[in-house]
Structures are given as C-alpha cells and as structure tokens.
C-alpha cells in the first residue's frame, strides 16, 4: 500500500488542505504541491499568512490532507495536525520551490503550514485501507 500512496502523492498537482473554524465547522481549500514533502508523514505547504487557513491552524492544529486521482477512483485522506512556520526560515528555499502559481500570488505574508501525519485512509478499487502512525 505504501507505494500506491507514494505514487498518488508524487503525481499530484492539487491538495485540500481541511483545517476547522472558530465555530467548529470545516474549512477546506486547494492548494498547490507541497514545496517538501517526506513520504506520506511530512509535508510544508505554501499559504497565505493573513488568510483562514493560517488564523484556524493558529488556534487549532488538527487538520487533513486528501488527494484525489478521479481517473483512477483513488484517493487519499491524510490525518494529522499543522503548525505555522514564519516564511523568513524558507524564503530561499521556497524560492527555488515555487511554481509559477505559487509566484503570482504574492501573497503580502506568506507562511509555511507543515502538516505532520497521524493516520492515512487510502481507498482505490472501492476498497479502504488505514494506517494508524500513532501505534
């Protein structure tokens, strides 16, 4: 299984980031690639500092990750939690990551949102498999 996550995970262009608000409802948005990523346990993503993504993980760090390939009826949710990490650590770095996208958006405080995984649900071939890291 392991390397069907991986495989999913390399040909993806777009991931939900899901992350809760202040009223305890969820708040999702598409980001681009990770700018680095570790497997399936470790990911940093390019986000806007000021935006609601950033303010809830300040606040509460538990979030998902899911990716999916519509193609293949394949997906991947990814449970965890994210932390904020200031720009200034990764600007060269992230510099060097970024695709022309991530560039334009320039946003005025950008931030670094590491995600750090705690279980994964892989489902393809109308099946389901998890993986519990915390075990």
């Known amino acids: ?9 390399q040909k993806a262009d ?11 409802f969820p708040h999702l948005i598409a ?14 993503f390019y986000i806007n500092g000021d935006g609601q993504t950033a ?10 990750l899911f990716v999916v390939d519509s193609d293949n009826h394949e997906s991947i949710a990814l ?3 994210f932390i904020i990490e200031e ?5 060269e770095l992230a510099a060097e990551k970024l695709n022309d996208f991530q ?3 320039k946003y005025p405080n950008p931030v670094i949102a590491t995600f750090e995984t705690l279980a994964v649900k892989h489902y393809k071939n109308r099946q389901a498999h998890f993986m519990d890291m915390t075990r």
């Open 14 to 24: 777009a991931f939900t980031l899901a992350t809760t608000d202040d009223g305890q």
């Open 31 to 44: 980001v681009s690639s990770p700018i680095e990523r570790r497997d399936h346990y470790y990911f940093k």
């Open 103 to 105: 560039k334009g958006l």
């Open 87 to 91: 720009m200034t650590a990764y600007e």
């Open 1 to 9: 299984m392991n390397n069907e996550i991986e495989e999913l995970l």
């Open 79 to 81: 449970k965890g939690f």
């Open 55 to 64: 303010k809830n993980i300040s606040r509460d760090h538990a979030g998902t």
